[in-house]
């Protein structure tokens, strides 16, 4: 009896069975497999990097910013000697790069490339979390081989090339995405997101709509610590960007370049001209019309449609990307989550198919092929290549917003037959008509029987 107590704790313990790998402490097959394709990959990628170099001249712009925090300078009249790159972040973020010109630039380099691969495991660990998928036990698995083949992905790539801080704005804002509406600390990761790059306070804004009304204060108020932390450390940078630099789109960088996969940028180079006029001004509001809306109605859908919410950030994402004026190829790493959503769901053929579709576009790395003179004159035949982000960004927009609508037309027609058939069981006429119908045909004898009843019918169908 004691021992089969004991075989029985021993199946317990390792539901999975063997193959799962922790009852004897070596990883299953799945694991080794991710490992070594992860290791490859990797490999195949720092080689390539050193053939072909990386400036990283992003990290150089950041350095350079937390330089002159430190030499009291003026933050935003600083420009990265031989690059002519101005300030563009808050003094908040300023200040966060302080810690980069404690270093000289070679081990910087270094620093954040290993920096950025961290943050990459962590926003596909992050992204299969908000999926939902796969099943834990393989989880450990798909997120090794994502972080190694991930590096790949245009936007990742680009991340890694200029030294960008894409990835740690997505981490914030996945971190917070992930957690429980009850938990106090939702809104932290996006109101520091908002106070480093702006952009991401759509999502404060995505909290409020969908009624997560306490994550939003968190977020607000978050943001604005930061950015009285800021003012305090460096007051006259912060009246400069709060009043004039954060509304020059100049200093940004140039809208029409290929580089930017805005809206804007797509039109402006559809129109050849560096300021899309009233076009521009139209499309960008349609579609953050559409973008916040279907987002909204995702995040109010989690009854009705399974990973709605998930759907909702990414969503939000997306819209913010679609209708900021400029959207750098590298700001398009939320490619990560879109691919780890569709791959959970991807149980038919037109989802694989939009799958495989999203895989191609952000692998193709085609807008560096489109021949340009810093974004004029782009041949027709070359635009979508061109501005081959914003087709898919919009194209996934309509397709979870029709499945949205379909969720809940179906929900819609299930509670109006329920409460129909509920309104049925307690119609006491119902139960009264039935009851002198049966009446009627014991009266008339059980030569009757199968003559037609309409009366009777309709009372069945009633009870029924």
Not at 149 to 164: M, N, S
Not at 298 to 312: C, E, I, N, T, Y
Not at 329 to 350: D, F, K, M, Q
Not at 356 to 376: E, I, K, N
Request: aromatic fraction near 10%.
């Amino acid at each position: 009896m004691r021992e089969f107590g004991l075989k029985r704790w021993t199946r317990q313990a390792n539901p999975a069975g063997p193959e799962s790998g922790p009852a004897n402490g070596r990883p299953n097959s799945w694991t080794v497999a991710a490992v070594c394709v992860a290791v490859l990959s990797l490999t195949a990628f720092v080689v390539q990097r050193h053939l072909h170099g990386a400036n990283m001249v992003d990290m150089l712009v950041y350095r350079a910013e937390g330089q002159a925090v430190v030499n009291g300078d003026d933050l935003y009249a600083m420009r990265l000697p031989g690059w002519d790159l101005p300030a563009t972040y808050p003094p908040f973020a300023a200040m966060l790069f302080v810690p980069s010109t404690w270093f000289d630039v070679s081990p910087l380099r270094i620093l954040v490339m290993l920096g950025n691969y961290a943050l990459l495991g962590l926003a596909v660990h992050l992204s299969l979390k908000l999926a939902g998928w796969p099943a834990r036990r393989y989880r450990p698995a798909a997120t090794v081989l994502a972080t190694g083949l991930g590096v790949w992905l245009e936007p990742v790539y680009t991340t890694f090339q200029y030294g960008q801080v894409n990835l740690a704005i997505l981490c914030l804002v996945l971190w917070d995405l992930t957690r429980p509406d009850r938990s106090r600390f939702k809104g932290v990761g996006i109101g520091l997101a908002t106070a480093i790059k702006i952009t991401p306070g759509l999502f404060t804004v995505y909290l409020i709509l969908t009624g997560r009304i306490r994550a939003a204060l968190v977020s607000i108020g978050t943001f604005l610590a930061a950015g009285l932390i800021g003012w305090v450390a460096l007051p006259d940078g912060s009246y400069g960007f709060w009043t004039k630099y954060l509304w020059d789109p100049s200093r940004v960088g140039v809208t029409v370049l290929v580089d930017n996969q805005s809206l804007r940028g797509a039109v402006c180079r559809l129109l050849d001209a560096n300021d899309p006029g009233t076009v521009g001004l139209i499309a960008t509001g349609l579609v953050a019309a559409l973008g916040l809306g279907v987002a909204v109605l995702a995040g109010r859908s989690v009854r009705v449609l399974r990973r709605a919410d998930a759907w909702g950030g990414v969503c939000t994402a997306l819209t913010a990307l679609l209708v900021s004026p400029i959207s750098w190829t590298h700001h398009w790493v939320w490619c990560i989550p879109l691919i780890a959503l569709l791959a959970a769901e991807a149980r038919s053929t037109g989802r694989r198919v939009l799958l495989g579709a999203t895989l191609l576009v952000f692998l193709s790395h085609v807008m560096w092929a489109v021949p340009h003179r810093w974004g004029r004159g782009v041949a027709w035949y070359w635009q979508l290549p061109g501005a081959i982000y914003p087709p898919l960004g919009i194209a996934v927009l309509v397709v979870i917003g029709l499945r949205l609508y379909r969720a809940r037309r179906q929900e819609a027609d299930a509670s109006a037959g329920a409460w129909a058939l509920l309104g049925a069981r307690l119609d006491p006429d119902a139960d009264r008509d039935l009851d002198l119908a049966l009446d009627r045909d014991r009266d008339r004898g059980p030569e009757h029987d199968t003559e037609h009843d309409p009366a009777r019918d309709r009372a069945l169908t009633n009870r029924t």
